[in-house]
T-cell receptor, first 111, second 116 residues
Framework: DAKTTQPPSMDCAEGRAANLPCNHS???????VYWYRQIHSQGPQYIIH???NNETNEMASLIITEDRKSSTLILPHATLRDTAVYYC????????????FGKGITLSVRP | EAGVTQFPSHSVIEKGQTVTLRCDPI?????LYWYRRVMGKEIKFLLH????????ESGMPNNRFLAERTGGTYSTLKVQPAELEDSGVYFC??????????????FGPGTRLTVL
């Protein structure tokens, strides 16, 4: 799996958009970009994933650059409950799809 | 639809004892994964089942760990004998398998294991 790089932490104000960056410059053509988050010590929660195109679901939007070397997870209206560690993971899907978690980025949403 | 469930949520045992963790995947999911996080470290992959077969057990730390998935449904992870360094949170995840276009893993709440 390609290595991903995320800043260690960031914060944002409640109600504002949180834009979480991720670099994956060595990603291969058939690796997907997945985002998970971990709130306190709960199990990692799936957020969104994408290959080339931008994606949106009820939780977030994922913007992938045209060269696929970086991406941004957007939480459009952050709430206090979004405070968590967010993991960006580049991975194949299929038979050998184990996830490689890094340190992630700690998002702190302030009131 | 029920998510991935794990039992127990917490376990405190003494060094040298045996502990068995259980994971029930989402119904119909062929893939089952075990991960763990030891304190201060990142979440690490342990092993991967496809139905009842071990697809990849490259992350298993040593032969004190034994994972099974008889019948391809729930899985157990046994630690025998437990050592202090086995303390941590053990997560189970499941995914649909090859039938899915992309194979997203969904995680359970974890079992927190403390070895004294």
């Amino acid at each position: 799996d390609a290595k991903t790089t995320q800043p260690p932490s960031m914060d944002c104000a409640e109600g504002r958009a949180a834009n979480l960056p991720c670099n994956h410059s060595t990603i291969s053509g058939n690796e997907y970009v997945y985002w998970y988050r971990q709130i306190h010590s709960q199990g990692p929660q799936y957020i969104i994933h994408g290959l080339k195109n931008n994606e949106t679901n009820e939780m977030a939007s994922l913007i992938i650059t045209e060269d696929r070397k970086s991406s941004t997870l957007i939480l459009p209206h952050a709430t206090l409950r979004d405070t968590a560690v967010y993991y960006c993971i580049a991975t194949y899907t299929g038979a050998n799809s184990k996830l490689t978690f890094g340190k992630g980025i700690t998002l702190s949403v302030r009131p | 639809e029920a998510g991935v469930t794990q039992f127990p949520s917490h376990s405190v045992i003494e060094k040298g004892q045996t502990v068995t963790l259980r994971c029930d995947p989402i119904s119909g999911h062929d893939n089952l994964y075990w991960y763990r996080r030891v304190m201060g470290k990142e979440i690490k992959f342990l092993l991967h089942f496809v139905k009842e077969s071990k697809q990849d057990e490259s992350g298993m730390p040593n032969n004190r760990f034994l994972a099974e998935r008889t019948g391809g449904t729930y899985s157990t992870l046994k630690v025998q004998p437990a050592e202090l360094e086995d303390s941590g949170v053990y997560f189970c995840a499941s995914s649909q398998g090859l039938a899915a276009l992309t194979d997203t893993q969904y995680f359970g709440p974890g079992t927190r294991l403390t070895v004294l």
